[in-house]
């Protein structure tokens, strides 16, 4: 079984920065595009960013020129930086992965918390 296992969250100042990391299960790291979600109260969850097998990423428009997604093939592991926060950043970030053939995200972390608040 899969397993995907994030960190990093917390609590920060508007314009701080965090970085999120998310370790994945050696059988699935290289052959599947990993991607960042997030979830705030009252709100769908929505995708942030993400990056394919090749290293091609892309990111929701709220977040573009501020959070970096990258993936470090050796140590299996995905990481968002996340730069000049604000409090509408605030949500439950999700790890997930899928297949490059897969229509949806199969496999998910169980969530870190992000806060922005002064």
């Known amino acids: 079984q899969a397993q995907l296992v994030e960190s990093g969250g917390g609590l920060v100042q508007p314009g701080g920065s965090l970085r999120l990391a998310c370790a994945a299960s050696?059988?699935?790291?290289?052959?599947?595009?990993m991607a960042w979600f997030r979830q705030a109260p009252g709100k769908e969850r929505e995708q942030v960013a993400a990056i394919g097998t090749d290293g091609s990423t892309n990111y929701r428009d709220s977040v573009k020129g501020r959070f970096t997604i990258s993936r470090d093939n050796a140590e299996n592991t995905v990481y968002l930086q996340m730069n000049s926060l604000k409090p509408e950043d605030t949500a439950i970030y999700y790890c997930a992965s899928r297949r490059k053939s897969a229509m949806t995200y199969t496999y998910w972390g169980q969530g870190t918390q992000v806060t922005v608040s002064s």
């Open positions: 050696e059988s699935i790291f290289s052959t599947h595009v």
